[in-house]
């Protein structure tokens, strides 16, 4: 919440400082900021809608746009950058009435961010007039709780429009397919890319419980990974959370590049229908970075050679679980 510094601080009585962990990388937190795209769609009080005239993020840069009221009244802004420190740091003086310097950091805490947004007004009474008149402390609440909404569904759409799906028939009823998936003994024969040596680890089919696997390539390279399974509806549905991981499990950047993302949501279905069964894999990033999320859609066609490749092995090994 909202609240002023320690007394001991000679501006305290002229500043409001607001600090929040957000549910985002520091990366989408900076991009939500900096872009106008972004900024105009959860800036300000709730009610309030914004047009951005100019945005030229860099020192000396100006911020010009027009806040739009509930009840129909315009309030014209414009704010100078003073400094810019990326993924990092944001200072801008609000040079049009009351005025004001704006200070907002960004330190990420793993997958999160912890927001630290400081206002000094230049004057206390000029403090005083402004959270009494416009309720600025509320104002700013208001401002970071639309901000974290509007996160989350930023990552929500990202994650749907830029899902990878992949759909596969097989001559098998659900419930033999779902044993398939669910047991470690047949889950290491056929899972992964051809060629590769699966070795299962752990495997903990619940919801919370996690697959932890290696594969070795043809040419000896081995690349740990794990899933953290989410939802489970046997035998029609399995939500799980598939990265990269080391040894212990821990979860880790792509061996081929750190622009992997870190995690995937997977949501995969089986359908009965005429005597076959429909599997439908649909996964997108989560908590991902622009940079993440590019490479992800980049990557569709390697993908779909590759799961292509891992549903051969199943089709293949599913009659030996009838034998």
Same mark, same amino acid.
């Given at each position: 919440m909202a609240e002023k510094k320690e007394k001991n601080n000679d501006t305290a009585d002229r500043e409001l400082v607001i600090t929040r962990l957000l549910n985002a990388p520091?990366?989408?937190?900076?991009?939500?900021?900096?872009?106008?795209?972004?900024?105009?769609?959860?800036?300000?009080?709730?009610?309030?809608?914004?047009? $951005?005239? =100019?945005?030229? %993020? !860099?020192?000396?840069?100006?911020?010009?746009?027009?806040?739009? +009221? @509930?009840?129909? *009244?315009?309030?014209?802004?414009?704010? $100078?950058? =003073?400094?810019? %420190? !990326?993924?990092?740091?944001?200072?801008?003086?609000?040079?049009? +009435? @009351?005025?004001? *310097?704006?200070?907002?950091?960004?330190?990420?805490?793993?997958?999160?961010?912890?927001?630290?947004?400081?206002m000094l007004f230049?004057?206390?009474?000029?403090?005083?007039?402004?959270?009494?008149?416009?309720?600025?402390?509320?104002?700013?609440?208001?401002?970071?709780?639309?901000?974290?909404?509007?996160?989350?569904?930023?990552?929500?759409?990202?994650?749907?429009?830029?899902?990878?799906?992949i759909t596969r028939v097989f001559n098998a009823s659900p419930e033999l397919i779902f044993k398939a998936f669910s047991q470690a003994e047949h889950l290491a024969q056929w899972w992964g890319p051809k060629g590769f040596k699966m070795v299962v680890t752990k495997l903990d089919f619940k919801p919370g419980g996690i697959f932890h696997y290696s594969m070795q390539s043809p040419d000896g390279q081995i690349m740990w990974g794990k899933f953290v399974y989410r939802e489970i509806e046997a035998p029609g549905r399995v939500v799980f959370v598939s990265s990269f991981s080391d040894e212990a499990g821990n979860v880790t950047r792509a061996p081929f590049s750190v622009n992997w993302p870190l995690e995937v949501l997977n949501n995969m279905t089986l359908i009965w229908k005429d005597g076959k069964t429909t599997v439908t894999l649909r996964g997108g990033p989560i908590n991902a970075t622009a940079e993440e999320m590019k490479m992800f859609v980049d990557m569709f066609s390697s993908m779909q050679q590759g799961f292509t490749g891992t549903f051969d092995q199943l089709d293949e090994y599913l009659p030996k679980i009838n034998s």
């Open positions: 520091k990366e989408l937190v900076w991009e939500v900021f900096t872009t106008p795209g972004h900024i105009k769609n959860w800036w300000g009080p709730n009610g309030f809608t914004n047009t $951005i005239d =100019k945005m030229d %993020v !860099k020192p000396g840069g100006e911020w010009e746009f027009v806040m739009h +009221g @509930p009840d129909g *009244t315009n309030y014209k802004n414009k704010s $100078i950058y =003073k400094e810019i %420190v !990326k993924h990092e740091r944001i200072v801008f003086e609000h040079v049009t +009435g @009351p005025k004001f *310097t704006t200070t907002i950091t960004f330190t990420p805490k793993g997958k999160k961010t912890m927001l630290k947004w400081h230049e004057s206390k009474e000029e403090f005083i007039q402004v959270v009494k008149t416009f309720k600025a402390d509320e104002g700013l609440k208001q401002n970071i709780e639309k901000l974290e909404k509007y996160l989350i569904n930023n990552q929500t759409n990202n994650m749907e429009n830029n899902a990878f799906e």
